[in-house]
C-alpha cells in the first residue's frame, strides 16, 4: 500500500553538484508529474510525463531533466545545482492525467543548495 | 491568465468553531476545481472537487466547498473543526480537458487550531 515514494527525503548540495531524486508509484498509473513548492508561491509543475516513454515541460522546466524509466519510475534529474533550486519537491501520479481523476502525491524531498 | 487566489495565508480558529477558507478563480470557461490538504511532512492529499453540476460539493473529513460563479469563488467550509484539521490547504484550479498538466495552485492558507 505504499502509494508514491520518494527519495531521498532530504538532501543538502553545494552548488555545481548535481544529483538525482527518484519517485515510483506501484497503482499502474500512466501520468506522473514533478513539482516543486516554494514558501507563497504554492506548488509548479516542472515536467510531466502522460505515459511511460513521454515527457514534457511544465512551468519551470529550466535547470531540470526526467527520464520516465517505466511505468513505474519518474526521476528528475539537477544537473549543476543552483541556491535557487532550493525547494521542496513532490512527485505525483495519476491513471490517466484527466481532471475527473485523483492525484496521488509522495511526501516529498526537502532540497538544500548551499 | 488563469490564476487561483487564496487570500488568507494563516487562520485561527477554535477547536469546535466552524471554518470557511476563501478561494477565487480566474478562469474564462467553466473551471475544475480542487481542494487539497497538506499535513506537516506530508504530501497533498485531495479533500473534493467540482467539475460541474450541483455547485455544493461535499469531500471527505467533514468538508465542503461552494462553487458559486456569481463571486468566482470556491470556498471550503468545515461546519466545526478538530485539532486534527491544523495543516495548509490548497486550492486548485484548471479548464475543461486541458488535465492535471495544467492544474494552477493558490499559495496556500495555513490553519491553525487553537484550544
Known amino acids: 500500500n505504499a502509494g508514491v515514494t520518494q527519495t531521498p527525503k532530504f538532501q543538502v548540495l553545494k552548488t555545481g553538484q548535481s544529483m538525482t531524486l527518484q519517485c515510483a508509484q506501484d497503482?499502474?498509473?500512466?501520468?506522473m508529474y514533478w513539482y516543486r513548492q516554494d514558501p507563497g508561491m504554492g506548488l509548479r509543475l516542472i515536467y510531466y510525463?502522460?505515459?511511460?516513454?513521454?515527457?514534457d515541460k511544465g512551468e519551470v522546466p529550466n535547470g531540470y531533466n526526467v527520464s520516465r524509466l517505466n511505468k513505474r519510475e519518474f526521476s528528475l534529474r539537477l544537473e549543476s545545482a543552483a541556491p535557487s533550486q532550493t525547494s521542496v519537491y513532490f512527485c505525483a501520479s495519476s491513471e490517466q492525467g484527466g481532471t475527473n481523476e485523483k492525484l496521488f502525491f509522495g511526501s516529498g524531498t526537502q532540497l538544500s543548495v548551499l | 491568465a488563469q490564476s487561483v487566489t487564496q487570500p488568507d495565508i494563516h487562520i485561527t480558529v477554535s477547536e469546535g468553531a466552524s471554518l470557511e477558507l476563501r478561494c477565487n478563480y480566474s478562469?474564462?470557461?467553466?473551471?475544475?476545481l480542487f481542494w487539497y490538504v497538506q499535513s506537516p511532512g506530508q504530501g497533498l492529499q485531495l479533500l473534493l472537487k467540482y467539475f460541474s453540476g450541483d455547485t455544493l460539493v461535499q469531500g471527505i473529513k467533514g468538508f465542503e466547498a461552494e462553487f458559486k460563479r456569481s463571486q468566482s469563488s470556491f470556498n471550503l467550509r468545515k461546519p466545526s473543526v478538530h485539532w486534527s484539521d491544523a495543516a495548509e490547504y490548497f486550492c486548485a484550479g484548471t479548464s475543461m480537458n486541458t488535465g492535471f498538466q495544467k492544474l494552477v495552485f493558490g499559495t496556500g492558507t495555513r490553519l491553525l487550531v487553537s484550544p
Open positions: 497503482m499502474n498509473h500512466n501520468s
Open positions: 510525463s502522460a505515459s511511460e516513454g513521454t515527457t
Open positions: 478562469y474564462g470557461a467553466t473551471p475544475y
